[in-house]
C-alpha cells in the first residue's frame, strides 16, 4: 500500500527527529534548568513513536514514486511539529496543547510567529529548541534526510524536488541528488559557524550567538528576549544581523556553485540575486528617508539605521525588530510586509513566492505587451540568458492564483472569527510568507497569544502551506490524487 510505504520512511525520520532534541537536552543538562524532565519524555516518546512505524510497516519498504514524495513532505510537516511541541506543552508554564503545535509549526516552518511573551524568564533549553527548529527547518529536514540516508532505500529525487522552494526544481547541481542536498547542507554549516562567531565577536553571549544564528541563517526570527534585538540596541549586532539575513537570502545553490568553480561571478551573474539586492538596497533608500521625512526620527542617520536593519529583516522574511515599526507611518511598514511576500531568492531559506516567480511574471507581462503591439513576434520568455519553457510559467501562474486564493480565503476566515482587518490580513500575509510579525494585534512589540484557538489553526494551516509551497500540499486535497 502506497500510505505504508510512506509511513515506514516518516518513522526513520521521527526517530531522526528525537535524536535532534538532544540539542536542547544538552543545554538542559548543563544548566539544570527546570526544562530537563520536558526534553528526555519528548525524546522518549518521539522515538518509541518512531520506532513503532518503522516496525509496524518495514515489509513495505521500497523505492518511492513521484506521489509518494508529495505524501510523505505532507506528513513530515503536519507530524513533526506534533513531537516538537511535546518539550513546549511540559516544559512551559501555562501553555495551551494549541499553542504549543502554533509555535513548533512556527519553528520548524521557519516562520517566527510567537503565542509566547516573557522569553527572558523562559529556560534557556526551550529557548534553544524553539531556535534550533528553524535551524532545522531552514533547508528542511526533508532535504538531510535526503542528504544522510541514502542507504535505506529511499529514493530521493523525488523528495528533493517537493521540499526545495522556488519553480526552478529541476536543474541538477551533481549527478546524485543525495550529493546535491549533502553540498547545500555544508554550505548551510559553513554559513551557520561564520554567523556564530560574528555574533560572538559583536558582543553576544556563547549561548544567545548560537540561538539567533540558528535564526538567522534559517531566515526565521525567534529571539531568546522578548526586546528581540533591541535587548541589546547594538549597531555592531545589528550590522552582523543585516550580513547574514542578505546572505541567507540568496540561494544557497548558487553558493554551491560558486564553490565548485571558485568563483563569485556565478552569484552576481544571476538575475534573481541581483535583483534581490536591487530591491532590498531600493527599499532601504525609500523607507529611511520616508520615516525621516514624516518625523519618526529627528536624524536621517538613526532613520537609516534602523530602516536598513528592518527592511532587511521583514524582506528577507526573518521578522527580527529593534524598534517598533508598527508604530512608523503606515506605508513604510506595509511596503516591508510586500517584500516579504516575494524579495528572497529561490533556493534560499526565506518564505513568500520567491524573487524568481516575481521575475517571470514580469517578463510574461512584458511579453504579453509586446504581443498586443506585434501579434506575430516571437518573443518567449528569458530569464539569465535562458528561455523559460512554458510548463514552468504555467506552474507559475497556477501557483500565483493559488496563493491569491489562499491569502483571500484565510483572511476571511479570521474575519468570520470575529478578528478586525488589519490584524486579519497581515497576520495571513505573515504565516503564510513565513514572515512572523505582522500589524495590528500581531505587531512586531506583540504575539499571537491574543489569538483565538480557531485563529491559531487557520494559521498554523497558512505556516504549513507556505512554507512547503502550495501546489505541494494542495494537491494533497484533490481526490484525484487517491485514486489509483
Known sequence: MPLLAVVALVGRLVVLFALMMGVPLAFALHGHDPAEDAFIAGITVTAVAGVAMSLATRRFRR????????????????????????PLVLGVPGISVTDAYFEAMSGFSATGATVLSGLDA????????????????????????VAILPLLWVGGAQLFKTEMTGPMKDARLTPRIAETAR???????????????AYRWAGMGW???????????????????????????SPRIEAVAVIFMLLAGVSFALYFVAWQRRSLRVIWRNAEARAFVAVMLAATMLVSGYIWARGSYDSYWTALRHSVFHVVSVGTTTGYASQDYAQWPMFAALLMLLLGCFATCGGSTGGGIKMM?????????QRELIRIVHPNAVNPVVLGGQIVDARTMANVIAFMMLYGATLVTLTMLLLFSGLDVVTAFTAVIACVNNIGPG????????????????QTWVL????????????AVLVLLRPQFWRR
Do not use: K
Open 63 to 86: 523505492e518511492l514514486r513521484p506521489r509518494d514524495g508529495f505524501l510523505l513532505v505532507g506528513m513530515v510537516w503536519l507530524l513533526m511539529p506534533t513531537f516538537a511541541a511535546i
Open 122 to 145: 523562559l529556560p534557556l533549553s526551550i529557548n534553544v529548541w524553539r531556535c534550533f527548529l528553524q535551524l532545522v527547518g531552514g533547508l528542511g529536514i526533508v532535504v538531510l534526510a
Open 183 to 197: 553540498g547545500l547542507w555544508a554550505v548551510y554549516a559553513i554559513g551557520c559557524a561564520a554567523c556564530l562567531l
Open 207 to 233: 549561548a544567545d550567538a548560537f540561538m539567533h544564528m540558528c535564526t538567522t541563517m534559517s531566515l526565521a526570527g525567534f529571539s531568546s528576549h522578548d526586546a528581540s534585538f533591541g535587548y541589546w540596541d
Open 357 to 365: 516567480r516575481m521575475l517571470l511574471l514580469l517578463r510574461q507581462a
Open 439 to 454: 500589524l495590528g494585534g500581531v505587531g512586531p512589540a506583540s504575539s499571537y497569544g491574543g489569538l483565538s484557538d480557531f
Open 460 to 471: 498554523s494551516f497558512g505556516m504549513m502551506v507556505g512554507r512547503v509551497e502550495l501546489l
